[in-house]
């Protein structure tokens, strides 16, 4: 074989592999009952619940966080991250949550904050000047 088909045939193949890689972090959004069905790791996307109760407390365990999330179908439930509570964590919109169920808690290993917009206010206002 030539050493272009030699280097044809590597770049297919690792391509191949990053595809095969990539794939297996996309999943679909469970609900929290869905997620103690599955009994594994899942994603849940849902909204933080302000009005329950939110328990840091770094001097006694800066690595627990717990919380309350609402899941797509509306059912809420407690949420334990085992780190660090993440900056500007109350101003978030929407909480995707990676994890399992433990129990009656979802145990998140990772977390990922949909924040309000800092340009949101001047994008309301470009679009009401542009209607004018």
Known sequence: MKKIHLLG???IAVAIGILISISGDVATYATFDQASEAG???K???TLEKSKEMIYDPAVDPNYFSFWI???SGKSNKVVLLRD???DFEMSEQVVLTGAMKGEEFVATD???KCPSKYKDEEIALRKKANS
């Open 9 to 11: 045939i590597a770049v």
């Open 40 to 42: 594994g790791i899942v």
């Open 44 to 46: 849940i996307a849902g």
């Open 70 to 72: 609402a899941d797509a």
């Open 85 to 87: 509570k993440p900056q």
């Open 111 to 113: 977390v990922l904050l």
